[in-house]
């Protein structure tokens, strides 16, 4: 998927760098204020790159404020099923937040894609996403094959009585970002996959049980438990963890406002 990377400030240039090794196939625009390398395409409009890039790429990601996104997308939006995704990242990279054609234009999947590589917070509010409120947390051993994830998250909920197509997400630690097992049993399980960073999992102020094993292993305290705490919002663990043939499961629940 081509990726526009749009910025209007230096230190939205810095994320946007970031965010091109991470991501396949970018295309970085900097604010002729502000670009200051050969590496980027500097512009000096927003609206009128904008309208001149929307329909060549399939999404648009903007490290920007998102009144500059809306006021520069607003005039080229004409269906779900054909405008780009188009993802908004502050320049602090704080928050990634899908702004448009968030399910079937992929934004969705692209804000978690952002968030993991910024660890930002992925903001998805697609109604079908946001009424799910479980979120699974998986440790595993290094090249722990797909299957005996997906059969251990699998037992694990079904053992707690609870129904995947509630989970919003699987976590685990950003050691563990480049297991192929852990990509594809997600994969497999459909459910977006998100990595939180070893210094918030150290820093976490939530009680989880923490392994001496685990510490010497990846220099975190544990994987599965603050995972899946801190992948969410007001969340609360309802099954601690527990192991399936080396996996490490935990599930917290989302609480809502009401």
């Not at 295309?27 to 927003?46: G, I, L, M, T, Y």
């Not at 890039?53 to 099923?81: D, Q, S, T």
């Not at 996996?247 to 917290?252: C, E, K, L, P, S």
């Amino acid at each position: 998927m081509s990726t526009a990377l749009v910025t209007l400030s230096a230190e939205g240039a810095r994320l946007a760098r970031l965010l091109a090794g991470g991501l396949p196939d970018c295309h970085v625009f900097v604010h002729e204020s502000a670009a200051s390398s050969a590496d980027v395409q500097s512009f000096s409009s927003v609206t009128g790159l904008t309208a001149r890039i929307f329909k060549n790429y399939a999404a648009v990601i903007f490290i920007a404020p998102c009144g500059v996104a809306v006021r520069a997308i607003a005039p080229l939006l004409r269906h779900k099923i054909t405008d780009p995704a188009v993802v908004v990242v502050d320049v602090r990279g704080r928050w990634a937040v899908s702004l448009l054609s968030g399910h079937e234009g992929g934004a969705n999947d692209l804000a978690l894609s952002v968030s993991n590589i910024l660890f930002a917070e992925p903001v998805i509010t697609t109604t079908t996403e946001a009424l799910k409120d479980l979120i699974v947390g998986v440790g595993c051993r290094k090249e722990t094959a797909a299957d005996q994830i997906v059969a251990a998250v699998k037992t694990t909920l079904a053992d707690a009585a609870l129904d995947l197509s509630m989970v919003r997400l699987l976590s685990s630690a950003d050691v563990k970002a480049n297991e192929k097992g852990l990509l594809a049993a997600a994969s497999e399980l459909g459910v977006p996959l998100r990595f939180i960073s070893s210094q918030e999992i150290r820093s976490c102020a939530q009680e989880f049980e923490h392994s001496d094993f685990v510490n010497s292993k990846v220099d975190v305290p544990a994987v599965a438990e603050p995972a899946a705490l801190l992948a969410g919002r007001r969340t609360q663990l309802v099954v601690r963890r527990t192991r399936h043939n080396g996996v490490t499961v935990a599930v917290a629940r989302e609480s809502s406002l009401s």
